[in-house]
């Protein structure tokens, strides 16, 4: 898996295009995954006053997982059909 020139290490070329590609894939699901959690909270905020959040809170011991999943659902199909073609950012 390695070559080894002048005492240093190296991964060979077959080696290396794996692991890239297994980091790439792993870097694709970690954004997609925060992305579409951040975006489902936004989300879930606004669909929820301050008081229904505290509640909820209150119920759930402080976590939103059931209550946010929905939201999050959404984005990741979204993420999944179309990956970010459809991201857009406004100017406020």
Known sequence: MVDIETDRYYLQEREY???MEFI???????????L??????????????????????????????????????KYWNEFEAHEYSRLKIQDE
């Open 36 to 73: 579409a959690n951040k975006l489902a909270w936004r989300d879930f905020q606004s669909a929820h006053s301050e008081k229904e959040i505290e509640e909820i809170r209150k119920n759930n011991g402080g976590y939103f997982g059931v209550d946010i999943h929905p939201f999050e659902e």
């Open 17 to 19: 295009e794996s692991l």
């Open 24 to 34: 790439t894939e792993y870097d694709d699901l970690s954004l997609h995954q925060h």
